[in-house]
């Protein structure tokens, strides 16, 4: 991650939006202290990576149960 400073990132936008464009992210700094940081745009939802992530919590959770207890006894449990 490169990092600047808030001086420099106002005189030089268009070369952080070139390196975020390339897939950095740009730390901006002011008095040494971190106040922001450019990331590149996500390019909205994407129903692919969803429908993987979906995936992956179906498949660990195959073969889990509650041994025996129901739901409703455990949350009956909670409740004083």
């Known amino acids: 991650m490169r990092e600047v400073g808030a001086f420099e990132a106002k005189s030089k936008l268009g070369t952080l939006l070139d390196w975020v464009e390339g897939g950095e992210e740009v730390l901006i700094t002011r008095r040494g202290k971190a106040?922001?940081?450019l990331v590149p745009a996500e390019v909205g939802f994407d129903r692919a990576k969803?429908?993987?992530a979906l995936e992956g919590?179906?498949?660990a959770r195959r073969g889990i149960t509650l041994g025996g207890l129901k739901i409703k006894d455990l949350v009956?449990?909670?409740r004083p």
């Open 35 to 37: 106040v922001a940081r």
């Open 50 to 52: 969803a429908h993987r």
């Open 57 to 59: 919590i179906l498949e």
């Open 76 to 78: 009956n449990e909670g």
